[in-house]
């Protein structure tokens, strides 16, 4: 699967070397994988957390748990939104009462998704550490929330969409950068509402 006409940020051999840098920045500031489990957020931030799981095993011979996390009921906005979250199931098996969680997703943008995730993640128990790992920081935090661990740091436009593919879910890994996609979106959303109400509403 490949889309033409975009940015590629990282083909699969990118994504395999940032993959592999991540896992074994967080072995070592860990002291190894004994206290770590794994949080990614769903869908491709938990495809990403899986395959640091499974370079952890191959590194250190140890299985890491994995949790599976669905952000939507504690996003800031859900209850603005005029359509309703599609709630996943989230999947955490395990206690994570003091211990290293790495949280995981594939792109950090504003900040919003990871402080939902944040507050999720406490209503499971305290663990001892919350780090962040990401595949992917675009800029433009609207909160004060850092990653610990980045695959790649791209300079991008507001108005820019980031793509993440993987190739469990898509066939291809790959990370793409759709330059005024976001803009165009926008444009596209107001001259529908034009179109149905006669007024041009504003989002």
Do not use: C, W
């Not at 699969?12 to 949080?39: D, F, P």
């Not at 859900?78 to 999947?91: A, C, G, Y």
């Amino acid at each position: 699967m490949q889309e033409s006409g975009n940015e590629t940020v990282l083909d699969q051999k990118g994504m395999a070397r940032a993959i592999t840098r991540i896992s074994h920045e967080i072995l070592e500031r860990n002291n190894g994988a004994e206290s770590v489990v794994l949080i990614g957020i769903i869908k491709r931030g938990a495809d990403i957390a899986k395959r640091i799981a499974e370079k952890l095993r191959a590194i250190e011979e140890i299985e890491v748990p994995v949790g599976l996390l669905d952000i939507n009921l504690y996003r800031d906005d859900v209850h603005h939104k005029l359509d309703q979250p599609i709630i996943q199931r989230t999947e955490i098996l395990f206690d994570v009462v003091d211990r290293n969680v790495i949280l995981v997703d594939d792109v950090l943008f504003t900040g919003r998704t990871i402080r939902a995730a944040l507050d999720a993640i406490i209503d499971f128990g305290r663990p001892r550490s919350i780090q962040l790992a990401v595949l992917i920081d675009r800029g433009h935090r609207e909160l004060p929330i850092r990653p610990d661990y980045v695959g790649k740091n791209i300079p991008t436009s507001k108005d820019d969409r980031v793509l993440v593919r993987v190739r469990d879910r898509d066939q291809t890994d790959r990370v793409f950068i759709e330059r005024g996609a976001l803009k165009r979106k926008t444009s596209s959303e107001d001259n529908l509402s034009t179109n149905k109400t006669g007024e041009d509403e504003k989002r």
